[in-house]
C-alpha cells in the first residue's frame, strides 16, 4: 500500500493528479485506489490537497496517517505537510514555489519546476502534467504506460497532445534526476 | 451525520458539486467533511461519482455505508446507486436523464430537468449548480447562505453572476417541490 499526498492552490489540477493517478492504478494497472479530500480551515484561502491510497487489495480505510510520498506545489502547502511524511520517504517539490529546510537524510527529496516547463509550452495549466510525469518516474507508483492511458481517458481530445508532451517532459527529468542520485 | 452520494458522468462537474458543498458545510456551517472518490471499472466510460460525509463531529471513517442522499445525474449512475440508498432517504434525479422505477414510498423522489434549466442559461455547465440549489432547497444539509459563500469562494469571478443565477433557480424549484408535497 502506498499512500500519496498531493498538495498546493486551487488552480494548480491537484485534484486532477489525484483522479488521474488513481485511474492509471485501477483502470490500467490492476490495483485498488481511494482519493479523499478532507475540508476545513485550510480550505480558505486557496490551498488544496488530496490524498491518494493505491494498494494492492481493497482499501478499508482511506484516510492518511503518514504518507510515503509527499507532493508540495506551495511553500504553505510544504510547511504543512512536510512533518506528516514517513522517515525514508519520498518529497517532490515545485522548485520555485517551494524552498526547503534542510531535511538531513530524513527524506529523499526531488524537485522540478513544472510551472515553468509548463510555461515552456505554451501555459502554466500543464504545470500539473509535469509534475505527474515526474512523480510517476522517481517514484515509479503506476507504470507510465498506465498514466499515459488515464491522461487520455481523462482529457478532451483538442488538449491532449500538449499534455501528454508536458507528462513526457516531467517523466524525462525524473529519468535525469534518478540517474544523477545513483 | 449525513451521507450524500452524488453521480453522474464526466464533466456534469459532480466533483465540483461535491467540493463546494463540503466548503459551505466546514467554513460556513461549522461542520466536518470529507470527499471521497473511489476508482475502479466504473470510473471507465465517464461514470462519476463522490461520497460526500457532512457531519457535527470529526469523521473517523470516510466510507459510505448506506447514503441518506442520493443526487443521481445518469441512468447509470442511478441504476447503480439507487440500491443503495437508505429506506427512508432522499433521491434526486436529473428529470430528462434519469428515468425512474417505481420506489413505492421507499425513498422520498425529487427531480429537476436541470440541464435544460442551465441551457435556457447559456450553457450547460451550469446545471451542477442548478442542481446545487436543488438539493440545498430539499435537504437542508447546509444553509443557503453557506453555499453561496462556497461557490464565492470556488468559483472564479467573471462566471460568478451566472452560477448564482442557477443556484437560485434550482433553490427556488426545490423550495416549490417542498411545498407541493406538503
Chains 1, 2 share one sequence.
Do not use: W
Request: glycine fraction near 10%; hydrophobic fraction near 40%.
Amino acid at each position: 500500500m502506498q499512500e500519496i499526498k498531493l498538495s498546493g492552490f486551487g488552480g494548480q489540477g491537484i485534484i486532477m493528479m489525484g483522479m488521474i493517478l488513481g485511474k492509471a492504478a485501477t483502470l490500467y494497472d490492476n490495483k485498488y485506489a481511494t482519493l479523499t479530500q478532507s475540508f476545513g480551515p485550510e480550505a480558505r484561502g486557496g490551498a488544496c490537497s488530496a490524498q491518494l491510497i493505491i494498494s494492492e487489495t481493497r482499501i478499508l480505510y482511506p484516510y492518511l496517517t503518514a504518507p510515503d510520498i509527499l507532493v508540495a506545489m506551495s511553500q504553505e502547502a510544504y510547511e504543512k505537510f512536510e512533518p506528516t511524511l514517513k522517515d525514508g520517504g519520498i518529497l517532490i517539490l515545485e522548485q520555485n514555489l517551494v524552498k526547503p529546510h534542510n531535511h538531513e537524510g530524513r527524506v529523499r527529496e526531488f524537485a522540478i519546476p513544472a510551472t515553468r516547463i509548463a510555461e515552456g509550452l505554451g501555459n502554466r495549466m500543464f504545470a500539473n502534467m509535469v509534475m505527474l510525469g515526474f512523480v510517476c518516474a522517481v517514484t515509479g507508483v503506476v507504470p507510465k504506460e498506465a498514466l499515459v492511458k488515464a491522461v487520455k481517458d481523462t482529457l478532451p481530445a483538442r488538449v491532449l497532445e500538449k499534455n501528454l508532451t508536458a507528462l513526457e517532459q516531467g517523466y524525462q527529468q525524473g529519468l535525469a534526476q534518478l540517474e544523477q542520485k545513483r
